[in-house]
């Protein structure tokens, strides 16, 4: 079964830009669908982003032109780079599969964005 290891998060001001990675311990070549997920203090765990086998992409709206998911098969990575960042992207990031497998949650990377 593969492992997914998040990392990639920190303190950064409004605007600024992060690339979080997710390294997983197998192949991540046939899996139909992976997604980066965030949860914020006292709120649900969302969608932000994914990306299917063939490489389509799709995003949440409130992230749509910031973020860009990505994979490297041959590194079996996992990338979301993220661009003009608000406070309110503000959370703990997550990399699973989607649908989410409730198994496959890591310990995710912490993302502040603060002044």
């Known amino acids: 079964q593969v492992q997914l290891v998040e990392s990639g998060g920190g303190l950064v001001q409004p605007g600024g830009s992060l690339r979080l990675s997710c390294a997983a311990s197998g192949s991540i070549f046939g899996i139909n669908a992976m997604g980066w997920y965030r949860q914020a203090p006292g709120k649900e765990r969302e969608l932000v982003a994914g990306i299917t086998r063939t490489d389509y992409t799709y995003y949440a709206t409130s992230v749509k032109g910031r973020f860009t998911i990505s994979r490297d098969s041959a590194k079996n990575t996992l990338y979301l780079q993220m661009n003009s960042l608000k406070p309110e992207d503000t959370a703990v990031y997550y990399c699973?599969?989607?649908?989410?497998?409730?198994?496959?949650w890591g310990q995710g990377t912490q993302v502040t964005v603060s002044s």
């Open positions: 699973n599969i989607d649908p989410p497998h409730p198994d496959r």
